[in-house]
């Protein structure tokens, strides 16, 4: 019994490797959103590449459930630190979306033009599930240090523990 536990247990530890889940202290694998993959609201290109020289917090959002952690973005306003030291990215999953493709389209357009400073980007195909193992249908929060490590995930709702410990690790990676 114990050996086919062991067993099951390394498979599942290699499906997750073969597969490239993102996974705290390693810098993933890049992925290029372009044409039908997606882009930025702007239509250009956008590579996880950029995700380096600043800290970086990219969040995945279904756009059904956009609100799940507007605590924990409202924390990392209230801070209002410099574009030097901390960006921000919005990827929105447009395939999980309830909504048309171009309604969400067009609320992404006038939210880049509110949030400037913040980069909005559109995976029309779910490839940040696919390749990053980030949860689908939900709102997924990473956080990435200088080097495009990353530093901190959070699948899902934010606890008010799990606010303390993301905006501690963004303190101590600036």
Known sequence: MARKTIVFLSLICMTAFVFGGVTVGEKPAELIMDGRDGGRVDRTPWSSSELRDKVWCL??????????????????????????????????????????????????????????????????????????GLTDDT???????KEGKLIYRKDGQMSESDIVEYLAVIEAAL
């Open 59 to 132: 969040f995945y959002v279904d756009p059904d459930v956009s609100d799940l952690n507007e605590a924990a973005e409202d924390s990392l306003d209230v801070r209002d630190y410099s574009a030097e030291e901390l960006k921000t990215v919005a990827v929105i999953n447009m395939d999980a979306a309830k909504l048309p493709k171009f309604a969400i389209s067009i609320v992404l357009k006038n939210k880049q033009k509110q949030y400037p400073g913040t980069i909005y980007v559109k995976d029309n195909k779910r490839v940040f599930v696919e390749k990053w």
């Open 139 to 145: 709102y997924c929060t990473l956080v990435f240090n």
